[in-house]
């Protein structure tokens, strides 16, 4: 999988959202063990610590949790997994609203062209 | 006690002071960019801590020794120009390195020099630049050290060759160890670094983990350097 960096934003929190996204779109699967901090490092090709710390960070957030010996794994609670998408989901359409608003969208003329995208698709 | 502890240290060269009372501390377990101007003082501050240089004032000390030979069998150097004897292949190389340093990892060499495509019964003179570089630092890294100093580790190599470099530094890394790595080719290597330091003109410009600077700026090592000595 392809890590892309971007500047002037913390690498640990891009490297938060990459593995989130992962998490989300079941890349990694519930259960999954995550490689190890290096192995994960030198793949991004980051510090060892940005990537621990980053890892910390997706552990105190509940989508990954570690076993003593054996290290860490994708969690298996599907609330929490319903809850990432959720988020996911509403920072997506936060970021659209927002564009659409910016060329001069209002609320209503979104939610009629969302509907008439949809019914595009579907043909 | 820090693994680099470095206190109002300044070289003069005649009038010229290269470096001017600079203070820096680094503890174990970091990855450290020595970023300046040609010029700025980053191969000078790297030669007193090899002990190749003696200070003017001020004091360099590793694991609390002055540079000498209790520090360098601690110390990794790769330095900005070959120092090698040109005239032996890379397995000679290998042999010689296992003869001096006793945390040589002569395994860890040749897995390098293998995957770099470096051959091992070429002499170093009859290699190309590029190659005389990869060859030095698959020496320098293949040591298990508790400090490396790199000098302009990346200059002459190419984009893919520098991606392995940076990945064999990240593998190499432990916790006990510091890696300084002296360049202008920031962009390339800001990701693997915790803490950057930028040298102007012999001062410490700056020392600051460059994860802060990215959040603190919302600009990269890159950018912010570019800032800074901005000509």
């Known amino acids: 999988m392809e890590w892309n960096f971007r500047n002037g934003i913390p690498i640990y929190t891009q490297i938060i959202d990459e593995m989130t996204m992962r998490i989300a779109s079941g890349a990694y699967k519930p259960g999954d063990k995550v490689p190890a901090v290096r192995e994960l490092a030198m793949d991004a090709g980051v510090n060892p610590n940005t990537m621990q710390r980053a890892l910390a960070e997706l552990e105190r957030r509940g989508l990954v949790y570690s076993e003593r010996t054996s290290g860490r794994f994708i969690t298996n609670e599907e609330s929490v997994l319903k809850d990432l998408r959720e988020d996911l989901a509403k920072r997506y359409f936060d970021e659209l609203t927002e564009k659409l608003g910016k060329i001069g969208m209002d609320q209503e003329d979104i939610r009629s062209a969302v509907g008439s995208w949809l019914d595009g698709l579907e043909k | ?231």
Do not use: W
Not at chain 2, 22 to 34: C, N
Not at chain 2, 186 to 207: M, P
């Open chain 2, 1 to 231: 006690m820090a693994r680099i502890e470095i206190e109002n240290l300044t070289k003069k060269f005649g009038e010229l002071a290269a470096l001017d009372n600079v203070s820096i501390s680094l503890e174990k377990g970091q990855i450290v960019g020595l970023l300046g101007p040609n010029g700025s003082g980053k191969t000078t501050l790297i030669k007193i801590l090899n002990g190749l240089l003696t200070p003017t004032g001020g004091s360099a000390k590793i694991n609390g020794m002055e540079p000498g030979v209790g520090t360098k069998k601690v110390v990794a150097y790769l330095p900005d120009r070959n120092a090698l004897p040109d005239y032996m292949t890379t397995d000679q190389l290998m042999d010689l390195y296992g003869d001096f340093f006793a945390d040589f990892n002569r395994l860890k060499a040749e897995a390098m020099v293998d995957d770099l495509g470096i051959d091992r019964k070429q002499q170093m003179k009859k290699m190309s630049k590029g190659t005389k570089e990869k060859l030095q630092l698959c020496l320098v890294m293949a040591r298990e050290a508790e400090v490396y100093l790199l000098d302009e580790p990346i200059g002459g190599v190419d984009p893919a060759t520098r991606d392995y470099i940076l990945k064999t530094i990240i593998s190499n890394y432990n916790e006990d160890a510091v890696v300084i790595i002296s360049t202008h080719l920031i962009a390339d290597i800001e990701s693997v670094l915790d803490d950057v330091i930028f040298l102007k003109n012999g001062k410490v410009e700056l020392h600051k983990s460059a994860e802060e600077i990215r959040e603190e700026t919302g600009e990269s090592v890159d950018q912010l350097f570019r800032e800074v000595f901005k000509c």
